[in-house]
């Protein structure tokens, strides 16, 4: 794998650019939350970091799956550390964890966040406002005119243009997700049903409701509140709107982008460890990386979800994942059952294995839902 580009920037360095949402609501939110930080301060010296990562270096892997374990909560992001390092300081003596939480994104990082769509890529992007943000900066830096020099490719796309074409095809250049690191969480936004909002503010039910009931769904967490979560997000485009049976060179296109988002993540997670020079007898303490995803693709974009689970669990083994969190309210009990059967079987795997073994499910493409 192969890093593309890569900035770190104070992160009030990184709001000279952003955000700017257009949406009422959205704006009202903002504006909220920048009140919230001028009562109670503001932590501008922290850094927030930005890159791209490209899968060159992946299409030869050949190794045997690896046991994951796999949690599943109902409920959306929440963004509490605490349930996670709980669970790898028991289970896997690992107590400091990374811990990722994937944006389901647009080839155009957070393509859509200042307008009034609300699926879970805006949801995320309007509860972390750093995110919008750090687009905006990433769009000022690209266009630097030594900016390759300085940073490498960071170009706010999370695929450079959408293609279909055989896993064999270069086109696998233009597959580079994004990671953000150390961004914080300033509201959360409850989107289910409630008495006075009784549809819920999901997708387009979001612009149809008036901006004192959007409000009155918000919780903000100011800086220095216990909630006041930092995070890393994982930024992966996959495609959408098929229809019919998979190609093989559609489910080879989501495999390999979930492979490098996953194992960017990993990568990240081996930095940071060995960034951390005052860490005691770093040498016995083992890097371990918490992934948080769910339905990917499946909403919008009308992905199979048995499908699309099962992908994600593949990348998350290959990669050196320890832990995949699956969110939402659906069924994963027959993708993980299924993974589970093939991880018995102890057979050794590469790129092409994957794929052909996926295509040859003969799963079809589900419906979009609309958001």
Known sequence: MLEAGRFSAPISEVYKYGPTYVDDRKVAIFKTILAKRKEVGFDPDRVVTFVKYLPDKLFHIKRKLKPINIQLDSRFFVYDDASDIAFTTEHLSCPSPMIYHVNFADGHLFGFYANSLFAQDEIQTLEIPDLAAIKEAAVEYSHERDASSKYGDVSPRTKKRPSFVPYVSPVYQNISPCICLNVRREVSIDTGARRDIP?????????????????????????????????????????????????????????????????????????????????????????????????????????????????????????????????????????????????????????????????????????????
């Open 199 to 371: 549809s819920g503010l999901y997708g387009n039910r979001f612009h149809l409701t008036p901006v004192p009931k959007v409000l009155s769904a918000c919780s903000f967490h100011p800086f220095g509140s216990p909630t006041a979560h930092t995070a890393n997000i994982i930024a992966m485009a996959g495609i959408g709107y098929g229809h019919g049976m998979y190609r093989e060179d559609q489910i080879a296109s989501m495999f390999m982008i979930a492979l490098t988002s996953f194992s960017g993540a990993c990568t990240e997670t081996k930095l940071a460890l060995a960034s951390h020079d005052d860490t005691e007898d770093k040498d016995s303490i083992r890097p371990c990386t918490v992934i948080h995803t769910g339905a990917w693709g499946c909403g919008a974009f009308g992905g199979n979800l048995f499908l699309m689970t099962l992908i994600q669990l593949f990348a998350a083994s290959l990669s050196g994942v320890n832990v995949i969190v699956l969110h939402s309210d659906r069924s994963y009990k027959t993708a993980i059952e299924h993974f589970d059967k093939l991880l018995k079987k102890e057979d050794i795997w590469t790129v092409e294995k994957v794929i052909k073994y996926l295509y040859k499910l003969k799963c079809r493409w589900g419906v979009s839902n609309g958001t």
